[in-house]
Every structure is written in C-alpha cells, then in structure tokens.
C-alpha cells in the first residue's frame, strides 16, 4: 500500500488522483426508502463517489428521558426546543434499508459506507462488509468506538470539528494502536449551517503534517466554493450533506446540496484538483504554440542596403517572428546587408 494513497473499495484516495466526493444522506431521507433510492440515484447521476449513511437508533444515542440536558435549548439552532431522543428518532436510517440502499448504490456504481455510533453499529455493518467507518465530529473523543472500528482493519474517516489537536492526537494514535493505517482526517467546524468565517480552512495542511494521513474537508457551508477552495490546500476527500430538494424539509435539508450543486462540486472540485500541477515556469506544452503572439521587432519602413537602420525604420509589434524587443538598441545603428522591406520581422542576417 502507497503510504500516500487511502484505498476505499476500489477507489483510491490521494493527491494523485481526483478528490473522492461523499454525499452524506444522513436523515435526509425523510423515513421514506423510496426517497432514500432516489437520494442514491441522484447522487450517483451527480458523479459523486459515494454515498453515506449514518448507523444509530434513537436509543443508541441517547435516553429517553424529559430533562433539559436532553433537549436542544440553544436558540440559534436549526433543532431549537428539540428533545434529543425524538430528533434522532426522526432522523436515523432503519437498520433493515442498509443493505437495500448499498446494493442501489453499488448497482449505481457508486460505494457505500456509514458512520458507527457505538460498538453494535459495527458489528451490524461488518455483517454488511462495509468497506470503511465515519467517525463524526461528536464521536472523536470516544476511543472505545475507534478502537473497535480500528480492529476490523477497515479504513477510518474521522471528522474533528472542535477536537484540539491533543484530542485529535489521541484518536490517531488510537486507531494506529489497534491495526488501522488508512486514515482520513476531515476539517469541520461543527455548526449547522457553518459560515465561510469559521471554516478555516488553512487547517487542512497543518492537519496532514501533523498528523501524516489524508485530509479533507466534511463541510457545512451553503455552496461549493469552500469545498473547492480546500481542494487547493490538498484535501483529497470531500464530504457534503445532500438531499433532493431543500424545499423538501427534513433536519439536515438547510446545509445539504441539492442535485444540480453536487454535479457542480464534483465538476469544479475536480477542476481544481486537476489546475494544482506543478511548480512551472515558462511555455511548455500547448503554450509554445502562443509564442508567436508575442511582440518583435518588426521593419515598419523600408530600408535601403547599407544605409544605417534608425528607430523610425523598426517597430515592436506583434506577433513574434522577429527579434526579441530587448534587442531594439542592439538593431538600431546596424547597417542593413541587403533592402529591407516594410512589415518583415528582424534577424541578425539582415545587418552587418
């Protein structure tokens, strides 16, 4: 395995090829499987890599218990006044469309993969022969669960929205210890929607020589142009929430892509990945060809032989037939070997 290269499938994941786009389905589904296909199918007909579900009950996440500790009481939120359990109720994937919804998506020639959200999520997706684990934002900090990912040899996409780099250093060091090499650490900020502002993406190659793994951006910014962007500060791995319409509803639909933009993002984010090259300087390639509309110097009055060529017989014009323009003092004052025409472009044979 090439240490630069995160293999997924049979997708490889580095800076040599085209950054691998996830469209994360999340709860966007509505609780309706044939919303769910049609999700995939569109994703697929966007050209995105891969699709995403998320793998929890309400149960496995939290306790149904009225208590403020577990409602959403922060009024800026999408899910103000929310109790948690409820939410992820809503919002969570039936364990019985896991397999139908990867095979739609393998049929589509796309992958499919989940974020775990405890240890039974696991063991449920092995049964599945999911070919890697998501570890969210919220779950960074819980070792126990990257450990048991780490264990089935599968690689990791961890997301580090609020993590320090103490917390992110313990989950890499985490997922090493116990058998996984292939890891993706993804830049997020952890706000629903995100801003522009707090992106920060400038972390994204701090993160990569931190830590040595791949990296790339989970975002929640309306819009493509953060997720381009990251693509030129070395992200490989792009991951956006996406729905068939926002209009539609649901609890993920504010921050989500709709068709249209992730045919955009997997276009332009590859675009970008495709204009990053090399250091280079001069013409090469295809642009020896616009050499000649360079400027040179060009005859502009005809001169008779041995008469001394003057500034008022010499133009710099285009194209670039003639002599170079940082030769102008060395033509002028020559004397011409031969007539010189109005409109040939200069070289040495024509002085003496």
Not at 233 to 244: P, Q
Request: net charge negative; charged share 20%.
């Amino acid at each position: 395995m090439n240490p630069d290269t995160v293999q997924i499938a049979d997708r490889a994941i580095g800076p040599a090829c085209p950054p691998f786009v996830i469209a994360e389905m999340s709860g966007n589904h509505n609780q309706s499987l044939e919303r769910a296909f049609e999700i995939v199918d569109a994703a697929a007909a966007a050209g995105a890599h891969a699709i995403k579900l998320q793998t929890y009950t309400a149960d496995t996440m939290t306790l149904d218990v009225d208590r403020d500790e577990f409602r959403i009481l922060d009024s800026g939120s999408l899910w103000h006044g929310r109790h948690l359990h409820e939410l992820y109720e809503e919002a969570h994937t039936p364990w019985d469309w896991h397999s139908p919804i990867f095979e739609r998506a393998q049929q589509r020639g796309m992958i499919a993969f989940s974020s775990p959200f405890d240890e039974s999520a696991i063991e449920f997706l092995e049964s599945l022969n999911a070919p890697a684990y998501k570890i969210a934002s919220f779950e960074l900090t819980d070792l126990r669960l990257i450990a048991t990912a780490a264990r089935t040899g599968k690689p990791l996409v961890m997301s580090t929205g609020m993590a320090s780099l103490a917390e992110i250093q313990h989950a890499v060091d985490c997922a090493r210890q116990h058998g996984c090499q292939q890891i993706v650490l993804l830049k997020c900020t952890s706000t629903y929607p995100a801003t522009p502002e707090s992106t920060n993406l400038r972390t994204i190659p701090h993160l990569r020589d931190c830590f040595q793994t791949q990296v790339g951006l989970s975002d929640h910014t309306a819009g493509v142009g953060a997720a381009v962007a990251a693509v030129a500060l070395g992200a490989t791995v792009i991951e956006k929430h996406f729905t068939l319409s926002r209009a539609d509803g649901g609890v993920d639909s504010a921050f989500s892509l709709e068709p249209d933009e992730l045919k955009a993002l997997v276009v332009e984010s590859e675009r970008a990945w495709q204009a990053m090259g090399e250091i280079q300087y001069g013409a090469t390639g295809d642009q020896q060809k616009s050499l000649m509309f360079r400027r040179s110097i060009f005859i502009s009055a005809d001169v008779a032989a041995g008469e001394v060529v003057q500034p008022s017989h010499i133009r710099i014009i285009r194209p670039g037939h003639g002599l170079a323009p940082s030769l102008w003092d060395r033509v002028c004052g020559r004397t011409a070997s031969r007539d010189l025409k109005r409109g040939e472009p200069t070289d040495w044979d024509m002085f003496v």
